[in-house]
């Protein structure tokens, strides 16, 4: 079996400004056994509370946000692989062939929901108490947490694969597989109504951003979007700066996603336009697929090659933190301008009365090379042309101020 390994990169070059520790491999972590010993398939989160499972149909659960785990109490019924659908407070829910088991304590007992003739699958999601998932030929709905489940069937829907897309508000959206016709329900899921029926039936990752309802082709790069809550909807072709996207996340302004083809995490700030990689500190071997992609407030998830990593977010960005705990990011919006940038960036004064005037201003890449040295400064702001850079992440240091751009 293939392994990655999240590495810490020490920043190399005529200074050292510490050890990246964006992505730290959570194997071994308290209780979660290391990759080589088990394959981690899945993950679901609620907020702190985390839900993996492996190959060998164990899950295993963390109440706080993956510094501990713990080995559930779960026994699967058949011996097929087992899908996690949700975690929702302490209520953990999983499929495993025609079988839909809920447990209400963090795994510690499960209870098993049976429908033969309509196999329940797929993700979960939750609009206040009331859940949706998807069924062979149609949707269920729970009021309690999966202790019972209603069948729902909407008018004109044919025999075919359903399931629960995003929430938005008081609104549900779900799907015939993969991505044909759209439905939307306002009722927490009683009743649903077709909105739309893409020319392309291969959309698989829906999200919300702003007011954006965005659904991203699976292993392509057409996209269709609604910005009226999904009552009219425009399909574009060739959209997205990246193809081969297995999932598709969104945390307050910005996308991150997964790729097939070109390996590892990537992070979009406009919408899916331009992907810039997200994967330093994470070493991975060609070949292996990206598995699942989750986040809460403090930490964004990755399974890569059946491992667990994890990194800090700070408002939905990456967090780039050296040894002593000092936010490399934290200045550059107070010294560097524009933020993304194309062409150029200004240079100002930094923070807290520190004055860069008699000092160099060096500008490195992610892998600690200098990419631009100008000697001491005596006038600010200073325009550098960026132009010629690579699109990416760089750091600038003037004297003891460190901070970062991106380059478009």
């Not at 400004?17 to 992505?23: K, N, R, S, V, Y």
Request: net charge negative; charged share 15%; with cysteine.
């Amino acid at each position: 079996m293939i392994k990655y390994i999240c590495l810490h990169i020490l920043i190399l070059g005529l200074f050292s400004i510490g050890t990246f520790a964006q992505w730290v491999e959570l194997a071994e972590k308290n209780g979660l056994p290391a990759a080589k010993s088990e394959y981690y398939t899945n993950l679901v989160i609620d907020g702190n509370n985390i839900a993996i499972s492996t190959f060998g149909n164990k899950v295993y659960v963390s109440k706080d946000a993956g510094d501990n785990w713990v080995l559930t109490q779960y026994t699967p019924s058949q011996n097929r692989d087992t899908y996690l659908c949700g975690i929702k407070d302490s209520n953990i829910f999983a499929t495993i062939y025609e079988d839909y088991l809920v447990s209400h304590d963090y795994g510690q007992t499960w209870k098993v929901f049976t429908d033969t003739s309509h196999s329940v699958s797929g993700t979960i999601m939750f609009t206040g108490e009331t859940g949706i998932i998807g069924g062979c030929c149609s949707l269920y709905r729970t009021t309690d947490y999966g202790e019972t489940f209603q069948r729902v069937i909407a008018t004109g829907w044919s025999n075919d694969g359903y399931g629960p897309l995003l929430v938005k508000g008081n609104s549900l959206f779900s799907a015939k597989f993969i991505g044909r016709e759209i439905y939307r329900s306002i009722d927490k899921g009683q009743s649903w109504d077709a909105v739309y029926a893409p020319t392309n039936n291969k959309y698989s990752s829906y999200l919300s951003i702003n007011d954006l309802i965005m659904g991203f082709e699976y292993q392509g790069n057409s996209v269709i979007s609604s910005s009226d809550n999904g009552t009219s909807w425009s399909e574009t072709p060739n959209y997205a700066g990246l193809s081969n996207f297995r999932q598709i996340i969104s945390c307050g302004n910005n996308l991150f996603g997964i790729s097939i083809n070109q390996i590892g995490v990537y992070q979009s700030r406009d919408s899916g336009k331009k992907w810039l990689s997200a994967n330093t500190g994470l070493a991975i071997e060609h070949g292996k697929s990206g598995l699942a992609i989750a986040h809460n407030e403090k930490y964004i998830y990755i399974l890569y090659g059946g491992t667990l990593c994890r990194a800090k977010l700070i408002n939905c960005e990456i967090d780039f933190s050296n040894d002593a705990g000092e936010n490399l990011a934290s200045e550059n919006a107070q010294f560097i301008s524009p933020n993304p940038a194309s062409d150029f960036i200004d240079v100002f004064v930094g923070a807290n009365g520190r004055s860069p005037l008699q000092s160099d201003v060096r500008i490195y890449n992610v892998y600690g090379q200098t990419v631009l040295s100008i000697g001491a400064i005596h006038e600010l702001p200073l325009r550098v042309d960026i132009s010629g850079f690579a699109p990416g992440m760089y750091f600038v240091r003037i004297g003891d101020i460190v901070g970062k751009f991106v380059k478009l």
